[in-house]
């Protein structure tokens, strides 16, 4: 597989998972709609690291995967998302580990407000990459 068809099928993938956390914030799943959400954002952050030319590290933090492509590409953008929406890309990552182990319930509330930062860091990192 090239380097472009790993990122298309990145991208791929992770518009999968946004669409299949919006079908599951319809039918009252918000645990699973917040897994989705962070599998999403986790997938086009390591896609958008490729697109910069640089293999993306073993990790689930969205926020380390935002360091990095902050470092890269010097963009103050891509810090001003992190430092804007450190607690709910926290929140995100969290929801990654406790899907698996820990019974946490999210609020419709929460999980629209985490989708509109997905959709958010995603419309930038997109902008600033290309």
Same mark, same amino acid.
């Given at each position: 597989?090239? %380097?472009? $068809?790993? /990122?298309?099928?990145?991208?791929?993938?992770?518009?999968?998972?946004? !669409?299949?956390? #919006?079908?599951?914030?319809?039918?009252?799943?918000?645990?699973?709609?917040?897994?989705?959400? =962070?599998?999403?954002?986790?997938?086009?952050? %390591?896609?958008?690291?490729? %697109?910069?030319? /640089?293999?993306?590290?073993?990790?689930?933090? /969205? +926020?380390?995967?935002?360091?990095?492509?902050?470092?890269?590409?010097?963009?103050?953008?891509?810090?001003?998302?992190? !430092?804007?929406?450190?607690? =709910?890309?926290? #929140?995100? =990552?969290?929801? &990654?580990?406790?899907? +698996? &182990? /820990?019974?946490?319930? &999210?609020? &419709?509330? $929460? #999980? !629209?407000?985490?989708? %509109?930062?997905?959709?958010?860091?995603? +419309?930038?990192?997109?902008? #600033?990459?290309?």
């Amino acid at each position: 597989m090239t %380097k472009l $068809e790993e /990122v298309e099928h990145l991208l791929r993938r992770s518009r999968g998972f946004y !669409e299949t956390a #919006v079908m599951q914030i319809g039918r009252g799943f918000h645990d699973l709609a917040v897994f989705s959400l =962070e599998q999403s954002l986790q997938l086009f952050l %390591k896609a958008s690291l490729l %697109k910069l030319g /640089v293999d993306f590290p073993r990790t689930h933090s /969205v +926020r380390r995967l935002l360091k990095l492509i902050h470092e890269i590409a010097g963009n103050d953008r891509i810090k001003e998302i992190l !430092e804007r929406f450190s607690m =709910e890309l926290g #929140v995100l =990552e969290d929801a &990654y580990i406790m899907s +698996r &182990y /820990v019974a946490r319930d &999210y609020t &419709y509330e $929460e #999980v !629209e407000r985490l989708k %509109k930062v997905v959709k958010e860091v995603m +419309r930038v990192v997109g902008e #600033v990459i290309g």
